[in-house]
């Protein structure tokens, strides 16, 4: 999982990067994986974090935004109504995840298709 306790920001000259090391931003990436380990994909029975469903978690340096980058390649594009009930599983997942975030603290949640970095609407 990407990111975990080691940040990286813009360097203010030079347009370098650095990296920063924060116990506190390591906690609250802690604080996320575990709020997202209680969002159970319906009907399987396991969480969105250990199915790799969730691939990479970036957190704000003030702790209170979250980007949540999810890994959409398990649903099948060709079946219009795989993709009906993949629609509604994802909202809910997505629904879910959110609710657990804001649960944990997080004002903020924003989650993007890791493959396309495309930002995914929660209804």
Do not use: H, Q
């Not at 990286?8 to 380990?37: C, H, M, Q, T």
């Amino acid at each position: 999982m990407g990111l975990l306790g080691w940040f990286k920001r813009r360097r203010e000259e030079g347009g370098g990067r650095v990296s920063v090391y924060s116990p506190f931003l390591e906690k609250r990436i802690n604080d996320a994986i575990e709020a997202l380990s209680r969002v159970v994909v319906p009907g399987y029975d396991v969480d969105i974090v250990s199915s790799g469903v969730v691939a990479r978690i970036r957190v704000g340096f003030d702790g209170a935004r979250i980007i949540v980058y999810l890994d959409y390649s398990g649903s099948n594009p060709g079946c219009s109504f795989c993709r009906f009930l993949n629609d509604r599983l994802w909202d809910k997942i997505l629904r879910d995840a959110r609710r657990r975030l804001e649960e944990a603290g997080f004002r903020e949640a924003i989650f993007l298709d890791v493959a396309t970095r495309a930002p995914i609407v929660v209804t």
